[in-house]
């Protein structure tokens, strides 16, 4: 669903994603492609913010911290940074799924949170709905990305069934219309992490780059942190002195 900035918030409550066409100015569009110029030939990069520091400076966080105002979501912290690439040698499928990950500190056995994983030095964990139901998730496109260029597909409104299991997410995904969410580059998609979604492998042999960043409003429950964001925190400490 393409928006304007006006009704960001209720469009995210009703459909669960938005798209705002040319959220990046020309400048700005370059100004973060050439930041990640040094990673463009891998597929995924992870904690990018925290371990590239060139892309954080090229993006304009008054703008991204207005939109967040607009969405609700006002004093959200990011609490997670991915840089994907689809290209003719690493493309990929990915089936319909929800978000329902988050990156902590450590592993701490509290209710509600479950099916702990450890990769790479940061510890995954699925919270409660409530926590999921606070983060907005914003995609930023580096490249055109339609129909043959591996665009993310979505089923509007399906956030608002909470978690669903694998059986409730096939049944939904089988019976449901789906929406393709084609982009232009500088063009920005906000979603709820809870919204079904997924992508097929591309068609075409060009790069499909994509900035994804997650936001959130909440605090967990001590002594659990949001990992990627304390360690953002720290650099931007170590980079003031």
């Not at 900035?5 to 469009?11: D, K, L, P, R, W």
């Not at 990156?103 to 709905?129: I, M, R």
């Not at 393709?180 to 499909?208: E, F, N, V, Y």
Request: charge should be neutral.
């Amino acid at each position: 669903m393409h928006h304007k900035a006006s009704g960001i918030a209720e469009t995210l409550a009703s459909q669960g994603f938005v798209i705002l066409p040319g959220f990046l100015d020309e400048p700005e569009l370059q100004r973060l492609r050439q930041a990640c110029q040094s990673i463009s030939d891998q597929y995924g990069v992870r904690q990018v913010l925290q371990n590239y520091p060139s892309i954080h400076r090229a993006l304009n966080w008054d703008k991204l911290h207005a939109l967040l105002n607009a969405a609700n979501m006002a004093g959200a912290q990011t609490v997670r940074s991915i840089f994907f690439n689809k290209n003719a040698d690493h493309n990929w499928l990915v089936s319909w799924h929800q978000d329902m990950t988050i990156c902590v500190n450590q592993k701490t056995e509290l209710a509600g949170y479950s099916k702990w994983t450890y990769k790479k030095d940061v510890h995954y964990v699925e919270p409660p709905a409530a926590v999921l139901e606070a983060m907005l998730t914003c995609r930023i496109a580096l490249d055109d990305a339609g129909a043959e260029n591996a665009a993310l597909k979505v089923i509007a409104g399906s956030h608002q069934s909470g978690k669903l299991s694998e059986s409730q997410v096939l049944d939904i995904s089988q019976t449901a219309m789906h929406e393709t969410c084609a982009m232009r580059a500088g063009d920005m998609l906000l979603m709820k992490p809870l919204l079904l979604h997924a992508s097929d492998k591309a068609k075409l042999a060009i790069q499909r780059r994509v900035l994804h960043l997650e936001f959130s409003v909440s605090r967990l429950p001590p002594p659990l942190h949001w990992a990627e964001a304390a360690c953002q925190s720290a650099h931007v400490s170590q980079s003031a002195d």
